[in-house]
Structures are given as structure tokens and as C-alpha cells.
């Protein structure tokens, strides 16, 4: 299969509508005018790739993906240039993700190629929805459904994938701030043999409940531990997590099932090492970070993603206890890592590694 059909949109917004819009773009709730849609069917392969205007779509209430859960997504963005141009970042590292993901969960693997290109077909299409604020971008939402229509549990025969476009700003209004991470010690994210390395919807609604507790308890995000021994930190409910200590090394929980492979993990793993510094994939305990925390043997602690990019951590609480990280606030190693990736996403840095794909 070659090439995508273009359906342009016929009522697309108007230039006043998008300017008010994209002027305080927020994340994740504004949508561009179009969406790159392919099917796949187990006689066909992969067929019908279009790009066309963004709208509902119509499934009968026996499609499979409403019973069984066969669904899988990607989180990526595409920035506009200091010299006019447009790159998308590391889309072939989540185009990876994305087929491991399917195959976890026994669904149709889409090729590498196809998915960097209905990115890049999307983007191109809405280059204009690039909001010009700080930490504008254009983030992708690439998903996966199983489309056929039966009752049965077996994986499906019929797929849709999809691309929509949100026009963000920056995750935290007026700059990366520190959150206040609540550790739960009643539910996990994910269990060995589990899915945790998949980006598929039902990791993300099981996180729901604690993120609720979190928040009820007064903090901005939960950690999870480990589900076998309840002791060993693994991630946030949609971030990854790393730990500064004093001797300017970082550690990192490493990656064996239950973590998702994050592509901004394994990008600030390789600047870092790119600096000197010592990276440690390595488990790291509930009951060490805060003892490293008081004894100032641990000096930051930061969460990374796609949306957020990098965010500090100053507090962290759990049954019995409470503890601040460093200061409190954005520590030195934090935000010179968050500056070094940024300036390199919007390519006002070097990229020795080839990270960023420019398209126009």
C-alpha cells in the first residue's frame, strides 16, 4: 500500500476562530480540522489510508473494542522551527513502541514506515494549527482499535488506526513547577506477565483510582510501586521517574515488563550520558528515596513524558510519611536536562543523534 487519499475538509475553521484559539491553546482539548484514518483487514492487509477531515466515528455496539479492550495509542509532537521549518521527534522510536504494543496486545502490526508517514502527512496538512506560544506544539494522538464487529473473545480480524492533531502549549502554565507525588501503597500499576509495556488505554483507566486518591489527598500525581514485593518504585500513572543523587549521577527503574519504554526517558538517558554523567537503570526503593532524600544523599527527583516533557518533584507522601526533595523546587540537573532536550526538539541545538525528523 502506497500513498494517502487527501478529503480536504469542507467547512474548515476560519483563520479568526483558529488565531483566538491557538492564543492560550491549553493541552489536549483543541482539535485540528483533519485526522489521517488506514484500515486493516485480515484479507486485505492495510488498506484505505486517507487524510480527511476530523469527525465522530460511527461503530456498531457489538465492535469489538468495546468489549475487549483490543486498543493501543501513541503521544508524540511536531514543532515549528526557528527558521520556519517543521520536525517531528523520535516518530520512528514511537512508530516501534506502537507495533511492540500491538503485538502485546494481538493485534494487526502496523509498519514503521506507515505510521511515520500519516504523521507526517497530518502535520503537514495542519501546519497552521502550530501554536506560536511558549512550549507550542503540535501533539499526536496515533491509536488502534479492534474495528470487527463480534461477540467473542478472540483477537480481532478488523482494525482502524488513526491520527488526530491537539493544539498545546505548554503542560504547566508559567514554567515546569515541582509536584507533590502521593505513593500508593494499595493499588499497582502493572504486575510482570501484565501489559505494562504497552501503551494501551486499560493501563491508564486502572491508574484512575489512584490518581483520585492522590489528588483527594491533597498531591498532583501518584507513584506506583512494584506489584510483587510493594517496595520497588516504578512509574507515574502516565510519566517515568528518575533520581538525582548528590554525586551528580542519576538512577532510573529499569525496564522488564511492567515500565513503560519511555521516549523521553531514553532521550534525557542519552544526553545525560552525552554530558558525563552516570545513568543507572537500577531499582530503587521506597524506603531509599526517602532515606537519600533526608540524608541528602539524593538532591532531585524529576518525572519525564511526551505532554510535560520534564517535571521537578519537591514532596513525597505515603501512610506514615512525608518528605521534601532538595529545596523543594526545579533542581540544577532538572532544568538544565529539560533545557538541553527542548533546545534540541525545537532545533536550536545540535542533534548528533538524528532525533529530529524534519519534514518542511
Not at 493485534?107 to 497530518?122: G, H, R, T
Request: net charge negative.
Amino acid at each position: 500500500m502506497t500513498g494517502f487519499a487527501f478529503e480536504p475538509n469542507p467547512t474548515p475553521m476560519s483563520v479568526n476562530e483558529r488565531s483566538g484559539l491557538l492564543a492560550d491553546p491549553g493541552f489536549g482539548r483543541i482539535f485540528t480540522d483533519h485526522m489521517a484514518t488506514i484500515r486493516y483487514s485480515a484479507d486485505k492487509g492495510w488498506h484505505d489510508a486517507k487524510i480527511t477531515a476530523r469527525g465522530p466515528l460511527t461503530v456498531d455496539p457489538a465492535t469489538a473494542v468495546l468489549h475487549y479492550a483490543q486498543e493501543i495509542f501513541e503521544g508524540l509532537k511536531a514543532y515549528a522551527l526557528d527558521d520556519g521549518g517543521i520536525a517531528m521527534f523520535r516518530a520512528d522510536a514511537n512508530a516501534a513502541r506502537f507495533r511492540k504494543s500491538a503485538q502485546r496486545m494481538a493485534m494487526a502490526e502496523l509498519p514503521d514506515e506507515l505510521f511515520v508517514e500519516s504523521c507526517k502527512q497530518l502535520v503537514l496538512t495542519d501546519r497552521d494549527w502550530i501554536p506560536n506560544v511558549d512550549g507550542g506544539a503540535l501533539y499526536l494522538r496515533p491509536f488502534m482499535i479492534a474495528s470487527e464487529v463480534f461477540l467473542g473473545v478472540k483477537p480481532a480480524a478488523e482494525y482502524l488506526y488513526c491520527v488526530l492533531a491537539s493544539s498545546v502549549g505548554a503542560y504547566w502554565k508559567g514554567g515546569a513547577r515541582a509536584v507533590s507525588l502521593w505513593v500508593s501503597h494499595d493499588y499497582t500499576r502493572a504486575a510482570p506477565g501484565g501489559t505494562g509495556e504497552a501503551k494501551c488505554g486499560g493501563n491508564y483507566a486502572t491508574s484512575l483510582v489512584a490518581q483520585q486518591d492522590a489528588i483527594a489527598r491533597g498531591h498532583d500525581q501518584v507513584v506506583f510501586l512494584d506489584a510483587v514485593e510493594r517496595r520497588w518504585i516504578e512509574e507515574l500513572g502516565g510519566m517515568n521517574i528518575f533520581f538525582v543523587m548528590a554525586d551528580g549521577s542519576l538512577v532510573t527503574p529499569p525496564l522488564g515488563g511492567t515500565i513503560l519504554p519511555g521516549i523521553t526517558r531514553a532521550s534525557l538517558i542519552q544526553l545525560a550520558r552525552d554530558e558525563g554523567l552516570t545513568v543507572r537503570e537500577e531499582r530503587y526503593a521506597i524506603e531509599q528515596w526517602r532515606a537519600d532524600a533526608e540524608s541528602g544523599a539524593l538532591v532531585e527527583s524529576f518525572a519525564c513524558g511526551t505532554a510535560a516533557v520534564v517535571t521537578p518533584i519537591g514532596r513525597v507522601a505515603g501512610p506514615g510519611y512525608d518528605f521534601t526533595i532538595g529545596s523543594g523546587g526545579t533542581g540544577q540537573t532538572t532544568a538544565r536536562l529539560l533545557a538541553r532536550l527542548s533546545d534540541l526538539q525545537r532545533g536550536r541545538a545540535p542533534d548528533p543523534h538524528g532525533w529530529l525528523q524534519r519534514i518542511a
